[in-house]
């Protein structure tokens, strides 16, 4: 696991979602396809579950104005999605944060190895599906 802490994008693989949809020609369609492979799988992978995070992230930044640790060209980007209405993907955010903490996700299952660090991880997730319930 390339992590360093329990952020969102305190991870190598999150940096490589960011980037691909920070590359993306259709970014609320790229943020579907990812909650999609979430939603629908029987066992979300590492990669799928940063994915899902991140893309979740990214919608609470442009519609809740949360900030994250990330790199700095993070919110001048999500400055340039506010003109785009993510609202229609918050449901799906949400079921693809509740597979990435099931029992049927890589994700959780590396975490759960690290007792100290274990449960902020699950409250920081916890924490962005509550704000996109909202």
């Not at 952020?7 to 960011?18: E, H, N, P, Q, S």
């Not at 993306?24 to 999609?36: N, P």
């Not at 949400?94 to 990435?100: D, E, F, L």
């Not at 994700?107 to 997730?125: A, Q, R, S, V």
Request: aromatic share 12%.
């Amino acid at each position: 696991m390339g992590a360093w802490d329990y952020g969102v994008f305190d991870d190598d693989t999150a940096y490589d979602a960011l980037d691909d949809l920070k590359e993306s020609a259709d970014i609320m369609m790229e943020m579907e396809k990812y909650f999609d492979k979430a939603i629908q799988t029987d066992y979300v992978g590492y990669d799928e579950g940063h994915y899902a995070l991140v893309s979740a992230a990214v919608i609470d930044s442009v519609i809740n104005g949360t900030s994250y640790r990330c790199d700095d060209s993070y919110t001048e980007w999500i400055e340039t999605l506010k003109e785009f209405d993510l609202t229609p993907l918050k449901q799906k955010a949400v079921m693809a944060i509740n597979q990435v903490l099931s029992n049927h996700s890589e994700l959780k299952e590396l975490w759960e190895e690290n007792k100290e660090l274990y449960p902020k991880w699950c409250d920081d997730k916890c924490k962005i599906k509550k704000r996109l319930m909202e």
